[in-house]
Every structure is written in C-alpha cells, then in structure tokens.
C-alpha cells in the first residue's frame, strides 16, 4: 500500500513536521500556548470561565464555549484583509466542537470560556496546530478537562497516504489528487471531536486513516504535555 | 476590574513622588527587544516586546488601482486590530477607538516623515501602482500599544523585500529582491506623554495607562540632523498646559536619538 | 468516601514547605491505578484508575489523591473574603465586580449600620473598592455581605492581582506567608481569594515592598522551603 515514497521535504509518509510548543506566552490570557508544524504557526490564548455578554445569551444550565479563529493578514501569501472570512468562521466551529468533549461546561453555568486561535504563519494544517495550541491553552488556563485533545490532517497524495501534509501537498494534482483530512481525537481514548476532509477515498482507506492520526496524536500528546509541565516547572 | 478609585490616587501620588511601582522614573521606557521575520509570508515582519507589551506588524504588497488624487504614487495602508487574544479587555466585532486610532496614528508618523517614497512603487503610472499594507496586532497589551507598534512598523517596512512582478502581471511572491523605496537614515517614531494628576509619565504598563487621564502622541523623525514632528495628536478629557508642552519638546530630541540608536542596531 | 476526601483536604492545607512528593500532571494523565484510591479534588475516576483533570501537582494523602491546580479562574465559595469594585447603585444594594464569572451583589441589609437610601453613594460609591464576604451563591448570582473584622469600604492603600490559585501559599499554612511580609514592612494587608490584594502603609517604599515580595511568592509554584527564599528576599531588598 504504501512503499517508500518519496515526499518534497524528504519526510516518510507518517512522518509529522517539527512540532514546536510553549504555553504561556501571552500573560494577560488566563492560559495561553503556541503551537507549531513546521512553518504553521498557531497561537492561542483562553478567557474565562468569564461573565458572558449580552446576558441574553447566558446559559443558566451550562457554560458557554466560544471560539474564534483567524489569520493574521500577513500570514498567508496574498495579504488577507482584516476581518473574519466565511473560511475562519466555519474552521472556529468546527474547532469549537473539537474541543467542546473534554469540557464540563455544565459545571459553569452562566459564563463563557473564551478561546482565540490565531495563525502567524500558514503553511496548511492550521486549523490543526490551532486545536493543539487551544487544548493546551485550556489546560494552561486551569479549566477542569477530562483530557487534552491532539489534532492533524492525514490524506493521501493519488494513492500514498501521507500525515501532516504541507500546502505543496494540498496543491497535489497528479492521479487521484490530494485527499486532505483533518481530524482531533481525545489523546487518551479512541474518540474522535474533529472529522474533516475533501478529496477522493475509499472508506476501507479512512479506517487506515484512522490509525495513522491515533499514531500521530501520541506524538503530539508528548510534545503538549512536556510544554505544559515546563509551564508548572519553571514558575 | 476596572481600574479603583484607590489605585488611581495611589498612583498619582506615586508619580507626584517621582516613583513607579516598577522602579522606573517617569520618564523611562521599560527594556526592549525587537526580532524580524515572524511570517515567512509577510514581506517584512517585526515582534517588538515593551516590558511586557507585545506587538507584531507584519507588511504586505499588493496592487491596485492609485487613489484619483495621486496617479503618481503608490498606496500605504496603515490598520491596526485589537485581537481579544491580547486583554480581558478587548471585544470581538467592530474595531474600536482603541483600534482605529492605532492604525492611523502609525500611518500619520510614517507617511508624514517621507520615510516611504511613494512614487518609486508606481507599475503603470495612473493604472496600477504598489499598496503597501501595514497590519498591527497587538499579542500582549501591558500599556504603550502605540510607541511599541510604531518601532514594530518601521522595522518591518525596513526589513521588507519587494516581491516582482512577472510577464503576466502576477505578483511573484516567492523572488522577493531588494528592500522598499525608503529613505535609509529615516526612522520615524512615536512618543506617547500620559497625564496624570500634574504628573507626565512615558511607557505605562496597563495598570498606569488605565489611570492616565490624557494621552498626547507624537511623531518624530530626523532629517539632516534635524529633528522633526511629523504629527501629532491629544486624547483624553483633561488638558496639558503650556509649560508640560514646551518640556516634552525640549526631551523630544534627546529620547528620540537614544531609541533610534538601540534600534538601528537591530537592523 | 465524601467526608474522608473532605479530611484529607482538610489535613493537606497546601503547605509549600511540606517536603510531599508532588508530580506535574495534565487534564487526562493517569495518576494512579487501583480501585483502592479515592479521587479528591482536581481528579476522577475513570475505570480503574484515578485520573487528573487539572493542569497542577498530584499528591496523595493516605487513599486520597488530589491535584493542586497552579493555574486557574477564581471559583467563588461561601465565606471567602473577596476583594471588589462597586460598579454600580441600586435601589436596594450596590453591584460589585469581583472578577469572577458570576455577576455579585452587596444589599444593603447586609451592612453593618443603617444607610438611608438616599445616602447610598456616600457610603459606597462607583469605583470604590471593598473587602466583602461572600455570603450565598445562588444560579443569578453571588450575595455579599460586610459583616464581620476587617470588611467594608477599603481607604487608601492600592489593589493589584495575582493568580486566583495561587492565594492559598501567599497565605501560607495558618497565614504564616502573609502575616511575615506584614511584618517586615509594616503594612495593612487584605489578601482577597478572588486573587485581588490591597495594600496600605506607612510609606510607599514598604507599600511597594509588600507588593513585590508577595509577587515574588505567587511565582514560585515548586519551591520547597519558601519562607526562607522569602527571608533571603527581605535581606537582599532591604533598602
């Protein structure tokens, strides 16, 4: 299925980018973290739990989780104006439901927990360095989670499979094209808070796609946790 | 929490005292670091970090259409956004005064000094022409938004490598070759007074800025060994007499000349 | 299993100078295995195992194992003594921001004299800062009260904030930590758990003093043997 194929920044096909992590990086937020696969940068900071406004919206039976992702104009090659575009405003959803399952907002009725993602620099995968900046955020900012969440795109250049794909890779025409699926799971159970793809496969290949993100998320679960703890340790 | 009654007279007496919680004196600006290439996608990208006020600006080029008054010259394009990421105190949604001031208060300080020659980004004169975009974020506001986003705007513009155009008219991106048409010993900066009480103090943190009850902002550059103001604005309901004025331009000069020492060593 | 969890909290007041083994652990990190523990704070049971659900310091005591949370929002609870900013007058008490997520309220009934309602700003105005107790939190809101040493309208002095979480060693076991930086400079100290401190002195070289040395303590989340770095920095700022 797949052999030893060769990718255009010479990584093996379940290879992920250089991962870079820090958390604490923005002393106002109440938790704050950056992320990093290769050339996407992600950063994130976390608000709350805080008072939700307008109080119309506030929940008296659960905690609210609001989430907010963007590019910064100058992160991509053709400037991005200022503003949330139709893209940013489904990725924050889609980012919202990801991390969503491993809070208990019932246990903070009324409030809501802020959490903003942003992108320095794009180079694909940015919604999945943003989910993996976020979750340590949250954790940073002390908000009670069952566990952390670890994200990444798999998909398949025609008919390799391939992990952290690069923009070159989406950009990927020849025979099947490129199959881009970005998907979070819980680091410490087999469920998955993130399912997002286009592209052409079959869904007997998706299963093997499952156990490649299952590979990956171990990998990044290490590098989250090692940022975390050096937050606690070099106070 | 909105800034106390308390902690506001306590810092007025403080200053009135000559004294910071910081150590600083009223005067003095807190250390600064400064590093480029925060996106391999922007042209010119800057981090500058004040205390622990931190901003990154980033500068793109685009092209377009001139503005009808000036076929001649290119377009500079100056925003600033308050990402609800840097402060518990800021919102999503439309930009705020906060927001819109920053933007146009480093546009002002760099179009007014000449540092840019606009008309060296003109393509086909009257049809299309180079936009220089400027896009300020603030990461960390712990006060001075303003001084810190002005050094962050220079040093990205300077750093900045111009993208070609190719034989189709595309912007090529990825030859980028040649720095910006900028005047080489220019380097405009802002310099933000705070009132309060009698007191003038530069580079508040957070706590002092939300105490300030007037704020007034210049913008200096040096041309020939002259010092220049480019421009200038007060904000703030109480007011600055004759005497505070005439002192800050009498300190102007000399904290002008200390920064753009530290800084052009940076470069 | 409720009560002996509730002990054990008791018994294991967060005491920095305690030479326990602490470990760092994330949300969803095993701490540890077997039906015989007991999850106390900042932890669950997941299976078989004790899991942490915070990002702190696991530690056991006895059966029980709890996480110490470094980092964190303030959670209000009844009886703690908060620090915070009148906001806002109404008819029959005054609204106060405590920072917290829940909006909290000062009725005028729970004053320690009479105040005419035409003389509610004189007693209490916007922006003036009180040590409040919190008397009863209910799903609308938390309700405070002035009644008890130490509380009412704060005069003076300036507030600044630390972490939430951290409060707890800059009080320290009994206010061991507190009342030693009261002493070396001579100050007024009401340390709020919403994370909020107000200082008054007798000069402003001791008010910045106490200020910086509790600073100084918030940080240091790992350090066996706190008192004494905290002597060391009295000696070394002694200025």
Same mark, same amino acid.
């Given at each position: ?24 990086? $923005?002393?106002? +937020? #109440?938790?704050?973290?950056?992320? %990093?696969?290769? =050339?996407?940068?992600?950063? /994130? ?73 942003? $992108?320095?620099? +794009? #180079?694909?995968?940015?919604?999945? %360095?943003?989910? =993996?900046?976020?979750?340590? /955020? ?98 | ?267 | ?239």
């Amino acid at each position: 299925m797949t052999k030893e194929f060769k990718r255009l920044d010479g990584r093996k096909y379940n290879e992920l980018r250089k991962m870079t992590a820090k958390v604490g990086i $923005i002393p106002n +937020a #109440d938790g704050s973290a950056l992320f %990093a696969f290769g =050339n996407t940068i992600a950063i /994130a900071a976390v608000y709350g739990p805080r008072k939700l406004h307008p109080q119309h919206m506030q929940d008296p039976s659960t905690g609210v989780l609001r989430c907010n992702y963007d590019l910064l104009s100058f992160s991509v090659e053709d400037r991005k104006k200022p503003g949330p575009s139709r893209r940013s405003q489904e990725i924050s959803k889609v980012t919202g439901w990801s991390l969503e399952p491993v809070i208990d907002l019932e246990a903070f009725p009324n409030t809501v927990i802020d959490v903003q993602i942003y $992108i320095l620099q +794009a #180079d694909a995968g940015t919604r999945t %360095a943003g989910i =993996n900046a976020a979750s340590m /955020a949250l954790a940073h900012a002390g908000i009670p989670m069952k566990d952390l969440v670890c994200s990444v795109a798999v998909g398949k250049l025609d008919k390799d499979f391939v992990v952290d794909l690069t923009k070159e890779e989406e950009d990927f025409e020849d025979g099947e094209g490129a199959t881009d699926f970005a998907m979070a799971k819980l680091a410490n159970s087999d469920e998955f808070s993130l399912l997002q793809m286009d592209g052409k496969i079959s869904p007997e290949r998706i299963k093997e796609l499952l156990n490649l993100v299952s590979e990956s998320s171990k990998e990044i679960y290490e590098v989250q946790k090692k940022a975390l703890k050096e937050a606690i340790t070099h106070e | 929490m909105e800034i106390s009654n308390v902690t506001k007279e306590y810092l007025a007496k403080l200053f009135s005292q000559q004294k910071r919680f910081d150590g600083r004196s009223l005067l003095e600006f807190r250390d600064i670091h400064v590093s480029t290439e925060v996106s391999n996608k922007a042209e010119g990208s800057a981090r500058v970090k004040l205390g622990n006020t931190e901003v990154v600006v980033g500068v793109k080029l685009g092209t377009d259409a001139p503005y009808p008054d000036s076929p001649d010259k290119g377009n500079l394009m100056c925003t600033g956004e308050l990402l609800p990421l840097a402060s518990p105190a800021f919102e999503s949604g439309p930009p705020s005064f906060r927001a819109i001031e920053l933007g146009r208060l480093v546009d002002r300080a760099i179009r007014a000094s000449g540092m840019i020659d606009l008309s060296k980004l003109v393509i086909t004169p009257g049809e299309k022409v180079w936009t220089i975009y400027i896009d300020i974020y603030p990461i960390n506001d712990d006060g001075n938004l303003i001084d810190a986003a002005n050094i962050g705007a220079v040093i990205a513009l300077k750093t900045a490598k111009m993208p070609k155009i190719d034989e189709n008219g595309k912007i090529d991106y990825e030859n980028r070759k040649g720095s910006l048409p900028i005047l080489e010993d220019n380097f405009p900066l802002a310099f933000s007074f705070f009132k309060l009480g009698d007191s003038i103090i530069v580079d508040p943190t957070r706590e002092e800025e939300e105490a300030a009850e007037a704020r007034v902002t210049f913008g200096l550059s040096k041309f020939n060994k002259h010092h220049i103001v480019n421009s200038c604005q007060k904000i703030g309901k109480i007011t600055f007499t004759k005497e505070e004025i005439e002192k800050m331009m009498d300190i102007l000069p000399d904290k002008f000349d200390k920064l753009s020492e530290k800084l052009k060593k940076v470069l | 299993m409720k009560k002996e969890i509730e002990q054990a909290h008791e018994a294991l007041e967060y005491d920095p100078n305690a030479s326990v083994k602490r470990k760092a652990v994330v949300p969803g990190e095993i701490i540890v295995e077997g039906e015989d523990y007991l999850p106390g704070e900042g932890t669950k049971r997941q299976g078989e195992n004790v899991i942490s659900t915070r990002l702190g310091l696991a530690e056991e005591a006895g059966r029980v194992v709890r996480v110490i949370p470094i980092f964190g929002a303030f959670i209000p609870r009844k009886n703690n003594v908060v620090i915070g900013r009148i906001i806002d007058i109404t008819f029959n008490g005054w609204l106060v921001d405590i920072d917290s997520a829940s909006n909290s309220f000062l009725p005028i009934d729970e004053v320690p004299h009479f105040i005419n309602k035409n003389e509610m700003d004189q007693f209490l105005d916007i922006g003036d800062i009180i040590a409040a107790k919190i008397w009863s939190i209910k799903s609308k809101g938390i309700d405070l009260a002035l009644k008890g040493k130490g509380l009412g309208r704060l005069e003076g002095g300036f507030i600044f904030r630390i972490i939430p979480s951290r409060v707890p060693r800059v009080i320290g076991r009994e206010g061991s930590m507190i009342n030693l930086i009261k002493e070396k400079t001579g100050c007024n100290i009401t340390v709020g758990q919403n994370g909020w401190i107000w200082i008054s002195g007798t000069s402003v070289e001791n008010e910045i003093k106490a200020r910086r040395a509790i600073e100084f303590v918030s940080e240091k989340v790992h350090v066996n043997g706190l008192t004494e770095k905290v002597e060391e920095w009295f000696q070394e700022n002694e200025k």
